[in-house]
């Protein structure tokens, strides 16, 4: 490997937060930025006797051995049984030159070769042009990241797709599978969204049975263990904040508990939601409440005594909280001249 491959994955990390390369949280953590090794100018360093040099590189060599071999043995251990997988092929090549590079600084790629071969040696023939397609695929997203970024979501995300199949086949889709589910369920909230017409309960169904049959043998785990994001996906889509909107106050109660429990919450985690939802709501009725008198003093008042007005109403309805709704609508702020997300605040 040649100081451009390493050079490109320098490069290409600095760019992660944009999405178009293949270290991102749906694989693993993203790799350290190389070393520096250099030593401050101020430094004071112990001059080492000619005598001592070579006790001290064998010394320093024999303990990157002893590191590398620890690597290997760890590695080993803990992805022998499933390297097969593709996705976890990247990780373990992550892993490997996320150690090299503190062992090595910016002259790991001389060793990576070695590394691969002594932990799996059956795979080194996949490993090597496996890592050669991930140096590839940095490369292009970092000469396209701009062009890409003046695509739209879809265009974007197909001309990734396609580049990614071209160098990695079918396994694509394994190593990128935590974005591929990602999308699929970006794409049925859209439809959701679109389609009206479905009864709130139904969508609620629908949205539960496509995030199981999404994520397949993971989906429980999964929607247990992120439960709270999962509801707050489905009740961002506006169609149905307009059906929870458009509902008595018990039919909605009724439905956010519905959904609730869909995604495993227990019976304790259903009466805290339902305590706070009753909490907002009060907020909530209190806000409009507000806003209604706010405009009738408008209609009614101008400049200095308006201002008064609106302060002597401030502090009758809110009290001790007055003073924050002041200070947020001299910022042009109004905390209540909208509508209500309900379950989201």
Sequence with gaps: MNNKMAGLIAGSLVAVATGYFLYNPNLSTPL??????NLAESETVTPITPQQIPSVQKTTEDNKTDAIIEVSIELQRDFGAIID???IQVRVLEKMIKALQELYGDQWQEHMEELIRLTFPELADLLLPRLANLI???????EQRFEMANMSDQERRQY?????????GEDAQIIWQGQLRSERVQDMLVELGK???M???QKIDVYISQLNEIYQADAVKTISQHSQEVVDHFLTVAAVQDDLNKMPEADRRQQLKKLRK????????????DTLDNERDKRWNTG??????????QAKYQGEELDKQVQKLQQTIFGEEAEIIRNEEVSGYYRYDGQQQYGLN
Aim: without cysteine.
């Design 32 to 37: 350290l930025p190389l070393q520096n090794n």
């Design 85 to 87: 997988n593709a996705k």
């Design 136 to 142: 590839a695929y940095n490369e292009w997203a970092l």
């Design 160 to 168: 990734m797709w396609d580049k990614r199949i071209a160098l990695f």
């Design 195 to 197: 389609n009206t017409d």
């Design 199 to 201: 009864p709130l309960e």
């Design 262 to 273: 869909a995604v495993g919450m227990d019976d304790a985690a259903l009466a805290r939601w």
């Design 288 to 297: 409009r409440e507000y806003q209604k008198r706010r405009n009738d003093l």
